[in-house]
């Protein structure tokens, strides 16, 4: 497992052109896929490092 990314927070929206999915279903799946949100404020963000990890577990 390579812990690739960084530690840049992404947006949902971000996030759902990575994973091709709307940000909508991003919101409603993240705990689901096991993807750890980070709260700024009323905010939902995920940190790029996460995401990296997330795709390289399931899509290789």
Partial sequence: MTQGGSSRLLTP???AKWL??????????????GLKPQ???RLLR???????TYLDEHYE
């Fill in 13 to 15: 929206e971000e996030v």
């Fill in 20 to 33: 091709r999915v709307s940000a909508t279903t991003v919101r409603n799946k993240y705990r689901v896929w």
């Fill in 39 to 41: 709260k700024v404020g």
């Fill in 46 to 52: 995920f940190r790029e490092r996460d995401i990296v």
